[in-house]
Every structure is written in structure tokens, then in C-alpha cells.
């Protein structure tokens, strides 16, 4: 078959410190009074598997393509595994909890959840507005048991302002939060192991507090972090926002009129954060996208030119 840019049906995520920004900004369909506070664009987990939304692949799921066209989606033919990367959009209407990701060789010593490592590129940020990136230099493992029992963990992390354009790259071991009114593109690695550390007291819609993961948090939490752990970047128009071992996130800005190529060979998903366009492959398919989209570009698909107007874009690589 011929191979040709992807797009994905939104997996909304309802979320109690959620609410309705991702329809203000990219008039995605979310549902009316709900608290949806992450918009999945492009996932693959067990229980949340992205669906192709045109084309011939419409209706499969990302796993079901990659299984049967290996090769062509990801450029190798012995790929084995899920997506590398879980793509969303978070929407952070109240603050979210003091948490943490574990690593790779958290998870093997305890046998518990899957690593998570994760960059936040700020789409917008209200005057004021923060996250909690990091420990303050110096707090030990001992220190910050003795703030989680009483409940002074805030006072330990690093509040950091921000402002749209910004990405922060957030590798697992890191303790971190988002204060409110604050709307991010995450790309992470593809899992949904999170442990949470202190939830701010508050309630949940039966009138409870939500479960923390103590234990598991500390056992996952970096308390050796180096200062350059934790880089921000904050290109005007384009550059390069992360350089992991996980995955690569360029940004890019097209102005009218422009076309920009992709080579053939390697996959790359695009993250549309503003303007509206098309990409055209070798075989003169026309995928239409605006703000909002995540399109994934198969290693297979030869020419294909991106047509904008005004658009600002991430491309994400592994």
C-alpha cells in the first residue's frame, strides 16, 4: 500500500485539576463542563491505543499498523514494541500533584511500574504562572521523608515562571508539578507510571483525599541531580528543544507560501501549535492539519512537502 501521513482520534482524559482551555485554544471537541485535563494525541499503552482518523488505515490502532508494517511506520524492520512515545496536551486549570517518574533501574530494583521520562513545552501561561521543577539544592533523602510526613514538600521544590515557548526537559527521577493556568504539549516516553507525592490536601469527588505513593517516590526520586540536569530552552521561531537518549524535538516556523521537504527513511511526528496547512506526500496525497493536530510521517512516505500558512510546529524524532 502506499504510505501517507497519519492522523489520530484524541483520547480525553478527565482530570480533577483539569478544565476547558484545550477547546479555547485548539477547538478540540472535548466535552462541555467536564474537567479534561489531557488530551492524548498519539499514544500507545495497553489500555489507551491511539486510532487513525483518514486515509486507508482509518480505524486501526497505532499498534496494529506498526505490527503488520513495521518497516514502513518506524524505518526498521525488526521494530518490536509499542509507539516509542506518548504525545498529549495538558491543560493545567488548578495545580497538579507534587510528583514523581521512576527510571529504568528504579523499576527493575522494584519490580513496579514502567520508566517515564518527559519534556513540557509551554503553549501558554497566564501572568504568574509556575512549575515545580527539582529539589532545592542540598534536601537528602531523609529531609524530604520528613516533609512528606509533614506535609511540607512545596517548601523543598523549586518554583520555577514561566511563559509560552519555553520547553523543559523533565527526565524520570525528577520531582515536579504545573501550577494553574498553565497549557503544555508533553512528549514522554510511552508510560503511565506515576507516583504521587502530596496532592495539596484536597479533595476528590467523594470527599477523600487521593492516594499518595510515599514509599514508591522515594525510591524514585534523584536526590544527586546535577545542576545541569534540568535544562530550558526558548527559541524564538526554531531550534533544537531536546536532545535525549529517548527522543529529539525540534521547533520550526513556516511562513505563507513556503514548502518544507521530508526525507523518506526515518519517522517523525509533528505537533501542531499554531497556523493551518497541508502536507502533500510523493503519491499527491493532501493531508489537511491546523492547530492542535499530531501527525505522524512514516518512514515510508517518500516527498512529502509541508504547505503552510503562519505555522509554528514541534517535530519529535527517537
Known amino acids: 500500500m502506499q504510505f501517507y501521513p497519519l492522523k489520530f482520534r484524541p483520547i480525553y482524559k478527565q482530570r480533577i485539576w483539569g478544565g476547558q482551555r484545550l477547546r479555547e485554544f485548539f477547538n478540540k471537541d472535548i466535552p462541555v463542563f467536564e474537567k479534561?485535563?489531557?488530551?492524548?494525541?498519539?499514544?500507545?499503552?495497553?489500555?489507551?491505543?491511539?486510532?487513525i482518523a483518514n486515509?486507508?488505515?482509518?480505524?486501526?490502532?497505532?499498534?496494529?499498523?506498526?505490527?503488520?508494517?513495521?518497516?514502513?511506520?518506524?524505518?526498521?524492520?525488526n521494530f518490536l514494541g509499542r509507539f516509542?512515545?506518548?504525545?498529549?496536551?495538558?491543560?493545567?486549570?488548578?495545580?497538579?500533584?507534587i510528583q514523581v517518574h521512576p527510571d529504568e533501574q528504579t523499576c527493575l530494583h522494584t519490580?513496579?511500574?514502567?520508566?517515564?521520562?518527559?519534556?513540557?513545552?509551554?503553549?501558554?501561561?497566564?501572568p504568574g504562572a509556575v512549575i515545580y521543577k527539582g529539589l532545592e539544592k542540598g534536601?537528602?533523602?531523609?529531609?524530604?521523608?520528613?516533609?512528606?510526613?509533614?506535609?511540607?514538600?512545596?517548601?523543598?521544590?523549586?518554583?520555577?515562571?514561566?511563559?509560552?515557548?519555553?520547553?523543559?526537559?523533565?527526565?524520570?527521577?525528577?520531582?515536579?508539578?504545573?501550577g494553574p493556568g498553565v497549557l503544555?504539549?508533553?512528549?514522554?516516553?510511552?508510560?503511565?507510571?506515576?507516583?504521587r507525592i502530596f496532592d495539596w490536601k484536597r479533595l476528590d469527588e467523594s470527599n477523600?483525599?487521593?492516594e499518595l505513593h510515599t514509599e514508591e517516590s522515594l525510591e524514585s526520586i534523584c536526590f544527586d541531580m546535577p545542576e545541569d540536569g534540568l535544562p530550558v530552552t526558548t527559541p524564538i521561531n526554531r531550534g533544537r528543544?531536546?536532545?535525549?537518549?529517548?527522543?529529539?524535538?525540534d521547533k520550526d516556523h513556516q511562513e505563507k507560501d513556503c514548502e518544507k521537504l521530508f526525507s523518506a527513511g526515518k519517522m517523525k511526528t509533528l505537533v501542531i501549535l499554531s497556523g493551518s496547512g497541508n502536507i502533500i506526500d510523493g503519491s499527491e496525497v493532501s493531508v489537511d492539519f491546523r492547530a492542535g493536530d499530531t501527525i505522524l510521517i512514516p518512514a515510508a512516505c517518500e516527498g512529502a512537502m509541508l504547505f503552510a500558512e503562519d505555522t509554528q510546529y514541534l517535530t519529535v524524532t527517537v
Open 36 to 51: 479534561i485535563g489531557e488530551s492524548w494525541e498519539l499514544a500507545d499503552l495497553p489500555e489507551d491505543k491511539s486510532i
Open 55 to 77: 486515509g486507508e488505515l482509518a480505524g486501526k490502532t497505532i499498534s496494529q499498523v506498526i505490527a503488520k508494517y513495521p518497516e514502513q511506520i518506524t524505518g526498521s524492520r
Open 84 to 97: 516509542p512515545l506518548l504525545i498529549k496536551f495538558i491543560d493545567a486549570e488548578d495545580v497538579l500533584s
Open 111 to 126: 519490580g513496579k511500574g514502567e520508566a517515564k521520562s518527559e519534556c513540557w513545552y509551554i503553549v501558554y501561561a497566564e
Open 139 to 178: 534536601v537528602t533523602k531523609g529531609q524530604f521523608a520528613e516533609a512528606i510526613r509533614k506535609g511540607g514538600v512545596a517548601e523543598l521544590v523549586r518554583k520555577v515562571p514561566v511563559e509560552a515557548g519555553q520547553c523543559y526537559f523533565l527526565p524520570a527521577g525528577t520531582v515536579h508539578s504545573m
Open 184 to 195: 503544555t504539549v508533553e512528549i514522554q516516553t510511552p508510560s503511565d507510571t506515576t507516583y
Open 208 to 210: 477523600k483525599p487521593r
Open 241 to 249: 528543544l531536546v536532545d535525549s537518549r529517548y527522543f529529539k524535538v
